[in-house]
């Protein structure tokens, strides 16, 4: 008997370990696969822990938008650390498995830091509403205590609402080999594993995830209809265009995030497949948070600023 299973009832057996096998076909690509993954998670994690530094030590950076993008930078930083690693090592060893316990809290780290995002953009995007059509009430309504609520709304939201999803995903009994076609403990993988009919948990998963999902999603586009409505009206071009640059980094980075996430949790039962599952979830855990950093400073004008003036800085205190 495998270390992975108990015996019930003499013919069953109870499943309290988890094998991922998404990589086992491509044994002779692992080390290529392992420093691509790598290179990808030093580069989000460097360059979110770059915009975090810059914004602290740049006081004309101290605003409601970079504050938020703060908070959106450590929950990248977070996000990829809490599937990347232990992908990486998998790559390395020969022994891919982890304990359920181990599998029930990377699922609950990535499932709260997932939400929160969602929460924390859907803050963002109103953030840019009050900015752009209610400039007068700006400080007002964005003061810095109501920025420490909203940002704490969203963390609570994550954590207590995916307390209670993962608590009742592992609820479920589970037997067998505990083996995945999957490299992190994604919830419809798991789900899978299951020795009872799930097609119910399933649909009420699929209901979760549309509320999850699609209520921050719902919570974005209305503000940004207004935007919209609020720049067209601008006469000059160059009020317009100035207008719209605020706000396309946070338009390009949620239409990154809600579109692989709405892609990979609400498409039909009968279209996943594990090809697909895996190459939709490295979209969104390797290959988005290394992408961001890059939408917020090639594309942010006072950040590209703000980091030219610290890096001369410092080229001019090396030179005396």
Known sequence: MSGSEHTLDGNQSLCTTITFVAFSSLAELQIVLFVLFLIMYLFSVGGNLIIICLIWVT?????????????????????????????????LVENKTITLGACAAQMYAFSVLGLTEC??????????????????????????????KLAAASWITGLVMEAAQISWIFSLPFRG???????????????TLSCIDTSEYEMVFFFLSLTFIMSPCLLILRPYVRILVTIFSIPSAAGRHKAFSTCSSHILVVSLFCGTSLFTYLQPKNSHTPDTDKATALMYTVVTPALNPVIYTLRNKEVKEAFYKVTHKNSLKQMD
């Open 119 to 148: 929460c924390l953009l859907a803050t963002m995007a109103y953030d840019r509403f009050v900015a752009i059509c209610l400039p007068l009430h700006y400080t007002v309504l964005m003061s810095l205590p109501v920025c420490l």
């Open 177 to 191: 080999t505990g083996k995945i076609e999957h490299f992190f403990c994604d919830i419809m993988p798991i789900v």
């Open 59 to 91: 006081p004309s950076l101290h605003t409601p938008m970079y504050f938020f993008l703060v908070n959106l930078s450590f929950l990248e930083m977070c996000y990829i650390t809490s599937v990347v690693p232990q992908m990486l090592v998998h790559l």
